[in-house]
């Protein structure tokens, strides 16, 4: 009913920037907040950035003041601009969305499938 298409992935040296984005597409009535989260190998996954319909934001502190979150709600699309990038960002990144569906009105908790952002020292 409803997907999730994230692109922008990819390997950059340390210290480099890429920007992520994803794509809501479906039968959406409305959605409500968007996050990115990763997981790296042997680790669990966490939030990174998340960001409310109203534009509100959070970010774990490892990120803080480098990692910016945004959306375009026109577009149902949701950014994640990731700047001085170190080793330790690399992971698989995921997106996630809180959508409302067109059938029922009913609340659906989307996926992506996941883009690998790998950085070099």
């Known amino acids: 009913q409803v997907q999730l298409v994230e692109s922008g992935g990819g390997l950059v040296q340390a210290g480099g920037s890429l920007r992520l984005s994803c794509a809501a597409s479906g039968s959406i009535f409305s959605i409500n907040a968007m996050g990115w989260y990763r997981q790296a190998p042997g680790k669990q996954r966490e939030l990174v950035a998340a960001?409310?319909?109203?534009?509100?934001?959070n970010y774990v502190d490892s990120v803080k003041g480098r990692f910016t979150i945004s959306r375009d709600n026109a577009k149902n699309t949701v950014y994640l601009q990731m700047n001085s990038l170190k080793p330790e960002d690399t992971a698989v990144y995921y997106c996630n969305a809180e959508t409302i569906v067109v059938v029922a009105l009913r609340y659906l908790e989307v996926w992506g499938q996941g883009t690998l952002v790998t950085v070099s020292s």
């Open positions: 960001i409310t319909s109203g534009g509100s934001t």
